[in-house]
Structures are given as C-alpha cells and as structure tokens.
C-alpha cells in the first residue's frame, strides 16, 4: 500500500516536499489536521503566511517579566526585543533553504547549529538538568575514541558485512574481553570439534584439527604483537564470507552454533576497513551512523505500510508482548487497563503509535551498541569526568543523573574479567565527580562543597536517580527498590530519588500499575526510615496515556514525571498534578525522534506552558541524536513564536525549583543562576545585531564563561 504518512519536510510547494495526506491527531495546537503536500504548522515568524500557526497565551511568561527587578527590566526587556529580531534573521535564513524553524529537529539539525538563537542557547545559564540518561550523554564520537584505545575491545555484528545492504542492515555491539581468556575459549572450541564433539561433521574436524595447530604455532609466539596479529587472522573476521553470521546473500541460511566465535578484536576491524568497507567511507563516520538517528530514519518511523495496526497492535492480545502467544513467555499479567486494545485500534492516535514503537525499535538496537563501549572501569571513570565537564561547558549548574542499575549491566574492570556490581559503579561515579570538584575548586579537600558568598562556583552539584527497567518482574523490581535505599542509607547526600525506565506505550512490559504493591510498600518502609526518596517517573511519553501512567504517578505522589507528553490530554490529572506542585521533564528533541511529534511547532510543552504547569527542559538521550541541552532550549523557542526570553528564564528557574536540592542547596544554586542570568543580559546587550553577530555570540560566550571553562582546560 505504500506511504500512508510521512514527515512533512519543508514550506515549498508540494513538488518534491515528501509530505502525503494523512490523517493524525498529534498536534496540541490544533485538532487533527488533513496535511497536504508544502502546508506547514508552526513558527512562520519571518512573514510567511500559514494559517495553521497555534498562538498561546503564556500568562507565565508575563508574570516574570513583572516580577524582575526594577534596576534590570529595562535591559531584559530590550535583550528580548534583541532575541525576536535574531529569530526574525534565523527564519529568513530556514526559509530560503525550504524549511522552517519549528520542523522535526533532524530535519534542520544542520541549520540549528549556525543560528543566532542557538548561540545564545549555549551562552543562557540553564540551572538544572533534570532528565538524562548517564549512559548517552556525550558526543558519539567521544565515546568511540575510548573504543579505539583498548586492545581488548571487540565488535559483533548479525551479518557478514560482504556487501552494501549488509552494512546497511546490521546490528553491531561492542564488548570488552580479556585477550587471555580469548585466546582459550578459541583453543578449547577448536579442540572440542576437532575430536567430533558438539556434534561436529568429519569435515568440521579436519578443519579444526588444523585451527589447533595454527593456535598452538600463534600460543607459542613470544612477541606479544606478533602473537595479537597471529590471533587476530585465525579469529572472526566480520567481512569474511565464513563469519558466522547472517548472509545477506541468504538470510534464510541458519547461522550454525558450533561454528565458533564471532566477536572480532575492534583493532583489527579497524585495521582492514580501508579493503572490505564496500564504499562505506570513514570508519568513524559509518559507526556514528549506526548509532544515532537520521532524517532518514524519522522518515521511515512516520510512514505506514498496510498491515501496521494488525502488525504492532493485533487483536490476538496473547501476542502484544513480541511473543509467540506462549503464555510461558509471560509469567505476570501486565495489568492494562480493560478494553485497551481495542482503544488503541479505534481512536485517533494509532498512527502515532505506530511511528513511536518503530522508533523505539530503532532505538533499543542503537542502546545495545553504544552500552558495550565504556562498560569498562577506566573508560567510565573518563566517561564520567567528561560529562561533568560537559555540563560545565553548556552551562548547566547542576544534574540529575540516570544511570540504569540492573544485574546484568554492571562494568568490567579493564582486563575484562571482573564485574564491578551497582555499588562499585555508584562509588566510581561519586569518587570522579568528588575528584573534579576538588579540581575546579568548588569542593574542599574533606569533601564538603564551598560555602562562601564571595564564592562564585562552576558547578553545583550531582545527584544520582536510582533507575531500573520498567519490563523486569515484580520481584526484580521489588529487590532493585530494597537497593535503592541501601544506597540511600549509604550516600544519603546523592540518592535523589527512584524511576523505572524504557518504553512505557501498549503492549510492552509494564505500566506502573503493575508494581503498586512494591511501590506503596517501599514508601512505607522509607517513611519508616526516615528517607525521603521520591518517585521521579517517566509517564506519560505516549500520544495519550491510555495506558494510565499519569494517573498511577499521580495516586503515588510522583515529584515529577519524565516526558509527561500526553498530559494535556488528561486535563483532570494535569489539574491535580499542578495542585501537588508536580513538574514535567520535558525532552521536545527525543519526543520528536521516538516518533510522538512529527514537529517542534505541534509538541505538547505548549499546551502545558498555557496551563502554567511546571516544566524543566531535558535533552533524554543525547549521544543518539547529537544534541545537548542548549538544542533542546533552542527548539522550545524555536517552535513557538509566543516564547521567548522569559520563557527561558523561568523554565530554568523551575528546574532549580523542582530539583532535589535540599533548601541549603538550592538557595545557593539561585543565588549563583541570578548572578549567570544577569551576565548572559549584559552580554547580549552589548551584542551589534551585524553580520558577524554569530561570531560575537561565540566570543561573547568565551568571554562570559572563560573563567569556568579555563578550569576545565
């Protein structure tokens, strides 16, 4: 049937736009909409006409404007008057390409970079990240260098990569291994098919018979580089046709077992990319493809093929879960509301649905293959400090981290053979980030923060949500909450709080529901011990919530909620979580490539700014779209015309506000974020709105934070 619906790619005619008809009820600006080749929703500020744009009123934004500072009005009121001009140039500069400031952020992404409005993203002082995941935080790039230095690192892939499509199909993990214990395991494979075990052909022992000898002769090398290179052409090759491995040739063909290893050492596979890449380009280029997400890919998120509903949706619920329909494969009940597939078939958000679970299928693969890449002591203590230094570079004072805790995600030491459980992970993160505060200054030699008002400090702070995934059983879950107050009693002073994490939409394991006993009796028992450890949950990042997250995180007196998208379609829960002081973590560039807004002009924060509800902008997951927190800061401006500088500001303030400082904590943080926001105003205004306006935002921003980055140098 072909595309029912794709992206809307640009605000030309329909000659070549991409757009089709569809009909989709994801816009919180208007209802459900007939898009039509060339029309747009969205920030047309640069007088281009289009119907269709939202207006809001945010009353928020005027009520901070009256609340600043007689001695400083003036100027903030003049800086805004300076930001909607920038915006007016940087639309000019999107329309003459074909495109516009409020559409899908990998769309534009190229452009974003080179605005006016995102240089003074970079520069804003941005208070507290409250939503990111630790293990996708920095730049890709960043994180395959690490790979590159370690002898001891391999590559796996599910293809023999022997031609285009097979580049173009795989999946590729990394891991760490012990070159040793390597080394033995290919011996005792080969020695085990040599003697006909594992059930191996004549013709698989004679071939192995003669890979013992050729590893006996590589053993026996005393020369440790001539024994690597001796290994490395008798081990897996990734671009061979004997990979064991999927043939995109046949993908029917069995991948057989007993063929031995197929991790091949990362060196190697770089060593012969140059011969057998198939016109793949730079080595480092192809990875950081595979690991993050494309216009490409968000095209083929948004556009269906017939059978899609019946595919990801069936009405044989003994399959929604992925499986076979064998009942085995589900131990618990997920406990969804009644009647909910037939409500997910028959309302108007399927389509987003859809999009959003090929998304997150898209994602998962690309999770896998980054996990692998510094799970090992030295590169997460080096992963570790450079966050932190990434932090101070975006000019965010403080941050909430969300490492995942679970049994089997635990780092090795750097010889591959030792695990490093959940606490000698936390206590690698908490001695890195002691380490650099003690370096920039900000933290004594006794560990205790700097508390001296002449004092003007680059970083505030981490603390540490205790994450684990959504789709392990009760009793995991139950016992992953047993350890998150241990590590509270432990380091009282980090714990911030507990989450549950990974996809939350029909039919994946589970909605919060499922877990309420263990939730209100681990409430209990904190109450007990005198804890405060509150629910930070991520709810609510599905078109409509049918599900019931929002509701579950409201009875549980969730402190605030991740993502929080359809929350505007649940006014009487919005209503009752601005009641309780409940602030949403939005993240607009992860809900536009997890496939829940095709664009930044039709996201759901609009819709909740309106209503005054709370929010603390968040970038999720980084390293996989290659942005930080100054991009998302971009696109809540950029995607309505109705925010602007102080919108800024008080989003930044309520993320102060909501974070999980103490008093103490939190009233030094404001008074250091008063003292930044009053910088960023003086600086801009001195800015000459001229053709080398980009330039000055840079040097103005080497100027305004030099004092903090030269520590970091």
């Not at 089709?20 to 208007?30: A, L, N, P, V």
């Not at 020695?191 to 059930?199: M, N």
């Not at 063909?253 to 091949?264: F, H, I, L, Q, S």
């Not at 493809?289 to 003994?318: A, I, M, Q």
């Amino acid at each position: 049937m072909g595309a029912l619906c794709s992206i809307d790619k640009g605000t030309g005619s329909g000659k070549g736009s991409g757009a089709s008809h569809c009909q989709r009820s994801d816009s919180f600006g208007t209802s459900a909409t007939q898009y039509k080749p060339g029309e747009m929703v969205g920030n047309m500020s640069s007088g281009q006409s289009d119907t269709q744009v939202r207006h809001f009123n945010f009353k928020f934004q005027q009520d901070i404007a009256h609340r600043t500072e007689d001695g400083a009005k003036s100027k903030e009121a003049e800086v805004n008057h300076i930001v909607t001009r920038m915006r007016k140039k940087d639309d000019e500069v999107f329309a003459r390409n074909g495109l516009s400031s409020g559409q899908h952020f990998l769309h534009v992404g190229k452009l974003v970079d080179e605005t006016r409005l995102f240089h003074l993203a970079r520069m804003m002082p941005k208070g507290a990240h409250l939503h990111i995941h630790f293990n996708s935080m920095l730049l890709p790039s960043v994180l395959l260098g690490y790979a590159k230095d370690m002898a001891n690192m391999y590559i796996w892939s599910n293809y023999k990569l022997t031609g285009p499509k097979a580049f173009d199909k795989c999946r590729l993990e990394f891991r760490i291994f012990n070159l040793d214990d390597v080394r033995k395991a290919m011996h005792d494979q080969a020695k085990l098919l040599a003697e006909g075990g594992d059930g191996a052909s004549p013709q698989q022992a004679r071939k192995n018979a003669q890979l013992l000898e050729a590893l006996d002769r590589a053993e026996s090398l005393q020369d440790e580089a001539l024994k690597v290179r001796a290994y490395d052409e008798l081990g897996p090759n990734i671009f061979s046709k004997t990979y064991n491995a999927i043939d995109i040739d046949d993908e029917r063909a069995t991948v057989d077992p007993r063929n031995g290893r197929k991790e091949m050492r990362y060196q190697y596979f770089r060593e012969l990319w140059d011969k057998y890449n198939h016109g793949q380009g730079d080595c480092d280029e192809f990875l950081i493809r595979k690991l993050t997400f494309s216009r490409e890919d968000v095209d083929s998120f948004y556009t269906e093929n017939e059978g899609d509903v019946d595919r990801f949706f069936p009405k044989d619920t003994s399959t929604v879960n992925g499986g076979s329909g064998n009942q085995k494969d589900k131990p618990e009940g997920p406990d969804w509301p009644k009647g909910i597939t037939e409500s997910v078939r028959g309302n108007g958000f399927v389509s987003n649905r859809i999009s959003a679970r090929k998304a997150w299928q898209s994602f998962n693969g690309r999770t896998k293959m980054m996990k692998g890449l510094f799970n090992y002591e030295s590169a997460f203590r080096r992963y570790t400090r450079e966050c932190l230094e990434e932090f101070v570079g975006d000019n965010v004072q403080y941050a909430e981290i969300r490492p995942n805790f679970m049994p089997n995600n635990q780092i090795y030491d750097d010889e591959g053979r030792t695990q490093i459980d959940n606490f000698g992970t936390m206590r690698c993160i908490i001695e890195e980030y002691e380490n650099f505060m003690k370096d920039i200054g900000d933290m004594d030699s006794d560990g205790k923060i700097i508390d001296d008002p002449d004092h003007r400090p680059t970083f505030s702070g981490i603390k540490v949500i205790y994450c684990t995934p959504r789709s392990f059983s009760k009793a995991q879950v139950g016992d992953a909450l047993t350890q998150c107050i241990e590590m509270k009693q432990l380091w009282p002073d980090y714990i911030a709080g507990f989450d549950l994490v990974g996809e939350e939409a029909y039919a994946e394991k589970y909605p919060l529901a499922h877990f309420m006993d263990e939730f209100t009796e681990f409430q209990a028992k904190c109450q007990s011990l005198g804890l405060d450890i509150p629910f930070l949950f991520h709810c609510g990042e599905t078109p409509d919530d049918l599900e019931g997250n929002l509701d579950t995180a409201l009875a549980l007196g969730s402190k605030r909620i991740g993502h929080g998208y359809a929350l505007p379609r649940k006014p009487h829960v919005l209503e009752e979580m601005k009641k309780n002081d409940v602030c949403v973590e939005t993240c607009p560039i992860s809900n536009m490539v997890l496939g829940l807004a095709r664009r930044m002009d039709e996201h759901s924060v609009y819709a909740l700014l309106e209503k005054e509800m709370h929010c603390a902008v968040s970038s999720d997951n980084g390293t996989l779209f290659k942005s930080t927190l100054s991009h998302d800061f971009y696109e809540v401006m950029a995607g309505n015309p109705d925010i602007n500088l102080y919108g800024w500001k008080q989003l930044a303030k309520w993320s102060i506000q909501h974070s999980c400082l103490s008093s103490d904590e939190a009233n030094r943080m404001i008074t250091e974020w008063e003292k930044r926001w009053q910088d960023f105003i003086d600086v801009v205004a001195e800015v000459s709105e001229s053709e080398t306006i980009i330039e000055q935002l840079q040097k103005a921003r080497e100027k305004s934070q030099s004092q903090r980055l030269n520590k970091l140098r």
